[in-house]
């Protein structure tokens, strides 16, 4: 069992850049990917970033290459989402989630959401 917990979400200028944070507990096996998700208004979820935990290869949704950096920490047990020259577009409650497999196939484990709004 893995627990998810995210934070650093809340209100950002367009513009402006900002942190978030995945602190991980629990069983994390070496075979598993952490990565985050976002899911705006109206729309569905959507793959944003992923990390190998072992190795810390990192893989992004090509919409989302250059603007955000994924990281990992894992004396803390910490998954980290980087986010440069926000955009409205970027609002969105953004999930930290963990794969056995692969994000992109199967999520195991899903946090809570955190919520990012970015104003123009």
């Known amino acids: 069992q893995v627990q998810l917990e995210e934070s650093g979400g809340g209100l950002v200028q367009a513009g402006g850049s900002l942190r978030l944070s995945c602190a991980a507990s629990?069983?994390?096996?070496?075979?598993?990917?952490l990565g985050w998700f976002r899911q705006a208004p109206g729309k569905e979820r959507a793959f944003v970033a992923g990390?190998?935990?072992?190795?810390?290869?990192?893989y992004y949704a090509d919409s989302m290459k250059g603007r955000f950096t994924i990281s990992r920490d894992i004396a803390k047990n910490t998954v980290y989402l980087q986010v440069i020259s926000l955009k409205p577009e970027d609002t969105a409650v953004y999930y930290c989630?963990?794969?056995?497999?692969?994000?992109?196939?199967?999520?195991?484990?899903w946090g809570q959401g955190t919520q990012v709004t970015v104003s123009s």
């Open positions: 989630a963990a794969s056995s497999v692969a994000l992109v196939a199967r999520v195991d484990y």
């Open positions: 629990g069983r994390i096996g070496s075979r598993y990917s």
């Open positions: 990390i190998t935990w072992s190795g810390g290869r990192t």
